[in-house]
C-alpha cells in the first residue's frame, strides 16, 4: 500500500463578471504544480456545477487540475497558501481544494 494522497483544485473558466478567464492562468497554474511537484494533470473537459449562496444558485464551468504526492504536511502546507494564491488569480472568494488518500496499483 502507497502512503498517497491526492489534491483537486477546481477552478472557474469564467470569472464572477462574466469574462472568460486568459487560457494564460491556466497554464500558469498547471505549470506551478508540475515544476512544483514534478508532474501534474489538468482536464480540459469543462465540469459544470452549481451551488448555492444565501439563496442564491449559482452556476460555474470549472476545470480541475490534480497532483498525487506522498501524504506530507509539508504538502498540505502548500495547497493551503496555494489556494491565497489562486484566489486572486481567479478573483474568487473560494477555491475548492480536496484531499483523498489513493492507493496506486
Known amino acids: 500500500m502507497s502512503e498517497l494522497r491526492r489534491y ?6 469564467l470569472f464572477n463578471d462574466g469574462r472568460p478567464v486568459p487560457e494564460s492562468l491556466l497554464a500558469l497554474t498547471f505549470t506551478e504544480l ?3 511537484f514534478g508532474a501534474a494533470s489538468w482536464e ?7 451551488w448555492q449562496y444565501e439563496g442564491v444558485v449559482y452556476q460555474d464551468n470549472l476545470a480541475r487540475f490534480f497532483v ?10 502548500y495547497f493551503r497558501q496555494f489556494k491565497e494564491t489562486l ?7 473560494d477555491i475548492w481544494i480536496t484531499s483523498h488518500p489513493i492507493d496506486v496499483i
Open 8 to 13: 483537486e483544485i477546481l477552478v472557474p473558466l
Open 34 to 36: 508540475r515544476h512544483h
Open 44 to 50: 480540459t473537459q469543462t465540469l459544470r456545477g452549481e
Open 68 to 77: 498525487d504526492v506522498p501524504d506530507r504536511p509539508e504538502h498540505r502546507e
Open 87 to 93: 484566489k486572486a488569480r481567479f478573483q474568487q472568494l
